[in-house]
Structures are given as C-alpha cells and as structure tokens.
T-cell receptor
C-alpha cells in the first residue's frame, strides 16, 4: 500500500532564507514522486516530479527536491524564499501503472517579510 | 496551455437538492478524478475513471455518483446534498504514468 507523510503542518521561514518542506513516502516498486502547490482558493499546480535519474530535481519557481532512496524521502527545497511562495504544498507519491497518486495532508509554508 | 475546467468556482445549494459538478479536460487524458478537500484532512478521493463509461469508487464515495459519457467530461453528482458535503471539490486528469493536472476547484456550500 502507498502512503505519504508530511510531518509539519506549517513551516515558517524568513524571506531570503532557504526553505525545506519535508516528505517521506512508502510505495511498492520504483516510486514516481510529485510536489504540488496550492494558492488560496485555487486548484493544485504541478511543481516538479522525480521518475528516474538525478536525485536532485529542479522544478518551477526555483524549487527543487532531493530524492533519497535509503531514507524514502523527497524533501522540497528552495535556496531563497519569497513572500509569494507562501502557499500549501503537497507531496504525492505514485507507484506507477494504474495505481493512484496518494496525496499528503499538506504543509502550509509561511514566508515572513 | 492544457486545461482542466470546472464549471463553477462557487456554488450555493440547499439541503436535499441534486447537485451536478462538471469537469472538462482538453488533453485527451485517459484518467479523471474527483477529490474533496477539507481543512486538516487533505485531499480525499471520491471517484475516479480510467476510461469512458468506467468508474471506480475512491475512499469516500457515499452520497456521490459520477458519470463519464465522453472521454473529456467527468461529472460528479450529489444525489441529495447535505450540509456535511460543504467542501472544496477538485477535479483532476492524467495520462497513466504521469502526474495530475487539476482544475481550479469548486467551493460548494450546502445550506
């Protein structure tokens, strides 16, 4: 069975500082891993994905994520946070084929000016 | 730009009404999904469809039904709306093996 954990309900970071939003997962087989962002009263937007290849994946808006197979983690990172990055972030692992994507409960990122 | 379009952004309905939420995608995706999103509960899958006229129950199908008569359209039906169905409803589509594309969501209030 697939599962995902986002251990922090909220992350606060000062503007200009690096940010990390944590995610650990469990899938059978090789994982496909996604991050989505949701701005207030909007649907989810795709940020980035890992399927295979380099463990560091670059995505939209300067975000990147690091795949760590031994720790089954896929943490979202950004070197320098912007106030406009404040939003809800969802980690979503997927086992491939006709399995469904599993969404975490989300982490609210608050970037403080 | 590829799109998933949900027919209404905000909807207010009365208890007992039959409610239709429409979703259309223009990407020729095989798979379509309906989620509801509630604070503290994340996204919960209501129903999904892997093909035309095909549907599968998700984690919380009670009180809902769906229809997929055409590949591009996936409708969510609340047979008799209740106040506990007040929520944000999100439609998504995907090609198998890829991530999801979401619509903007419909915020439904049942009074």
């Amino acid at each position: 069975a697939q599962s995902v954990a986002q251990p922090e309900d909220q992350v606060n970071v000062a503007e200009g500082n690096p940010l990390t939003v944590k995610c650990t997962y469990s899938v059978s087989g090789n994982p496909y891993l996604f991050w989505y962002v949701q701005y207030p009263n909007r649907g989810l937007q795709f940020l980035l994905k890992y399927i295979t290849g380099d463990n560091l994946v670059k995505g939209s808006y300067g975000f990147e994520a690091e795949f760590n197979k031994s720790q089954t983690s896929f943490h979202l990172k950004k070197p320098s946070a912007l106030v406009s990055d404040s939003a809800l972030y969802f980690c979503a692992p997927y086992g491939g084929g006709y399995q469904k994507v599993t969404f975490g409960t989300g982490t609210k990122l608050q970037v403080i000016p | 730009d590829v799109k998933v379009t949900q027919s209404s952004r905000y909807l207010v309905k009365r208890t007992g009404e039959k409610v239709f939420l429409e979703c259309v995608q223009d990407m020729d995706h095989e798979n379509m999904f309906w989620y509801r999103q509630d604070p503290g509960l994340g996204l919960r899958l209501i129903y999904f469809s892997y093909d035309v006229k095909m549907k599968e129950k998700g984690d919380i199908p009670e009180g809902y039904s769906v229809s997929r008569e055409k590949k591009e359209r996936f409708s969510l039906i609340l047979e008799s709306a209740s106040t506990n169905q007040t929520s944000m409803y999100l439609c998504a589509s995907s090609q198998t093996g890829n991530g999801y594309t979401f619509g903007s969501g419909t915020r439904l209030t049942v009074v």
